[in-house]
């Protein structure tokens, strides 16, 4: 077991599953010598060559329709948008062609290709670079969406992400490239779509994702502290999602309260909440809460931008109201 950052962790896997298997390569903006624009990719260039690692031009619907064609053509492209705010340029490539192919051609061809893409606010980027796009992506079937929390899973998610049949977006968040944490010697993997359970508690259960995981936790030390015990749980991505342990956590404490730093309105927090209502109504002592940015643009401002993200502060004070507003009758 080591001690290292979330950044220094993705680099691990892609290097790691770079000399694993040859057919995997990186494509993207300045990836090559430059090393990426966080330097995500530094010192791959050196090692491996112009052939796997490869500049692109500016246009993010070459970079991801090209890495379809070469996963086509039996390579294992992880592909990098600079900001996952992108995403939304390239919709077509990746919920009409990537996500989609396999189905529509039988199963006679498969995918495989990870689209990396640095997500979240981290000072003040502005509206196109500090989005949380993952909701974009809710109903891609064929596409996995995964949501690294922690050093560990950023660098066990990726590895195994390399190595699925199925395209994989991999939402690395900006904001956690200098989080430090253990991360398990070896050849590490972390299955997709396998949540975490990263505190057990019995009041309240709270489902978070990305960077949120670290204010849910935050918040679950505070609310401890004024007697309320708190489960967090961490789905590690969006698609598929664990309902399972979400659902034993919600039985066991009959409240829910998801947090995600993408928009409220549209967020992938209310198909967890339609899900959840649907399958353990008769569980519930309250209604269902969400949290998540507003309806509108981030702020470039710095100052104006802390308005706007959701923070540990805003988790305990909506999990004391839920605490306060248990329905009569409820568990009865």
Known sequence: MRVISY???IREALDEEMERDERVMV???DVGAFGGVFSVTRGLFDKY?????RDTPISENFIVGGGVGLALGGLRPVVELQYADFIAITMDEIYNK???????HGGYMNVPMVIRAPEGAAGGSGPEHSQCPEHLLMSAAGLYVVTPATPADAKGLLKSAIRNENPVVFLEHKGLYNQRG???DGDHLVPIGEAAVRRVGADLTIVAWSAMVGQALAAAEVLAERGVDVEVIDP??????DYATIETSVRKTGRLLI?????????????VAAHIGEKCFNELKGAIRRIGAPDIPLPQNVELEKFVLPTSETIINMGEVMMA?????AGR
Request: proline residues 9%; positive net charge; without cysteine.
């Open 27 to 29: 494509m993207g903006q």
């Open 182 to 184: 253990e991360v398990p």
């Open 325 to 329: 507003n248990t329905k009569s009758g």
């Open 7 to 9: 950044i220094k962790a």
């Open 236 to 241: 590690r991505g969006v698609r598929p999602i």
């Open 98 to 104: 990537a996500a989609k192919w396999r189905y529509m």
């Open 259 to 271: 947090a995600h730093e993408s928009p409220l309105i549209g967020g992938h927090g209310g198909e």
């Open 49 to 53: 060559g112009p052939e796997r690692v």
